[in-house]
């Protein structure tokens, strides 16, 4: 089932960008790796699309074949104690492990043979809070593991103003009387909301199951071909 579905997300990214809205940052994806990370069929925010068009093929580079995730980890999960990985990272890395909401994450660089299925569901959420691929090509210590803000980059303004971007209190649509009710920054309630969606996705998953959307909508623009008509059979 993985092989087919790397066949058909593969076909759809060929031609660039998002694969007609399929990797859409934001949009809720199912992973599975059992031997590398063990976990099995977990709820996965997707950070970053995949870029496995032909051009970007033939550099060979792994980070573009690739999709960046926000992953929920099992509820089992424990980190290990004096994890030296952990050391070098801080939020916005791949592989850094941090915690919300009781629950553990983890930001994986997920293959697309380990996506299982990708849902119909997305939600807003700002990518780079939790992907920046400087971080990713760096290690830089970080003050505690148990807190996945801890050693998170601030600003200037940020630093005067914990509170500063936030809208004016009366405005409509003014949510800062709420984050500041909650005591978090604006970059840990990002955090906070995409740890809600991915718990809420994964009781939908164990409930009725997730909606799986229509990847033939995601092609329906695509060039027509051989690979067209064997990508429409598979679907």
Known sequence: MLSTSKDLLSYILSSGGTGGGAFVAGRVVLVTSARRHNYVRVPALVLRSPDVSSKSSSTGSTDD?????????????????????????????????????????????????????????KHKIDSKVFYKEDLSKSKRSVPSFGNPFAGAKSTKDRDANPFA???????????????????????????????????????????????????????????????????????
């Not at 500041?180 to 969606?197: F, I, P, R």
């Open 65 to 121: 074949s690739v999709c960046i995730c926000m992953v929920l980890l099992p509820q089992s999960f424990t980190p290990a104690k004096d994890d030296e990985q952990q050391k070098g990272l801080k939020l916005g890395a791949v592989n850094f492990v941090g915690e919300a909401q009781n629950r553990f994450f983890a930001i994986h660089m997920v293959p697309l043979d380990e996506i299982l299925l990708v849902s119909s569901t």
């Open 165 to 235: 971007g936030m809208k004016v209190r009366g405005k409509k649509g003014d949510t800062s009387s709420q984050k500041k009710a909650t005591g978090l920054s604006q970059e840990a309630q990002w955090v906070d909301d995409a740890m809600s969606y991915l718990i809420n996705a994964e009781s939908t998953e164990l409930n009725s199951g997730l909606d799986l959307l229509d990847l033939r909508e995601c092609a329906k623009n695509m060039h027509q071909g051989n690979s067209a008509m064997e990508f429409g059979s598979a679907c």
